[in-house]
């Protein structure tokens, strides 16, 4: 039934156990996944606020470059990450592949979706609450709305335990 799975993944608590219900979803039907993570805005930190009102070429330049280390370094982990689970995946027969996309969460997860015609997405969600979660546009509910296949959400078990 669903022969090409996308999964979303990134550096949440919940990312293993989205992981692993992918994995057994692909043992079960003979699958292949595609391993994502996105590297978003949201993940460079703090650079354009910092430098703000700030007028020395040289302090500027200082907080570039140590945000580009930072940058290099999180781009890093991030691919050690999605190698880490296409080896897991491999260990367990499953052909993987992975890709680290920069951009906007919820439409990258939806574009490669498309480009490489998944039938399934899997992914997590964060739980977003009060005022947070009034304003905020969740990347699970934007790829609910905006995918070209079927999308299943894996609720982290620390969220299951605090709605019992």
Same mark, same amino acid.
């Given at each position: 039934m669903y022969q090409k799975i996308l999964v979303a993944i990134d550096h949440s608590a919940g990312s293993e156990q989205v992981f692993e219900e992918a994995l057994k979803l692909a043992k079960m039907m003979n699958s292949r996944l595609m391993l994502l993570h996105v590297l978003s805005s949201d993940d460079a930190g703090e650079f354009a606020s910092l430098s703000a009102g700030m007028h020395s070429p040289l302090v500027v330049s200082n907080l570039a470059e140590a945000h580009r280390k930072h940058w290099e370094a999180y781009e890093k982990k991030s691919l050690e990450l999605l190698r880490s689970y296409a080896e897991k995946a491999a260990a367990a027969n499953i052909p993987a592949e992975f890709t680290q996309n920069f951009g906007d969460s919820g439409r990258t997860i939806c574009?490669?979706? !498309?480009? *490489?015609?998944? +039938?399934?997405?899997?992914?997590?969600?964060?739980?977003?609450?009060?005022? !947070?979660? *009034?304003?905020? +546009?969740?990347v699970s509910s934007y790829v609910i709305h905006h995918a070209p296949c079927p999308v299943f959400i894996v609720q982290s078990k620390a969220l299951q335990k605090q709605g019992s």
């Open positions: 574009k490669l979706a !498309e480009m *490489w015609d998944a +039938d399934l997405i899997v992914m997590g969600r964060r739980v977003l609450t009060g005022l !947070e979660a *009034w304003l905020s +546009d969740s």
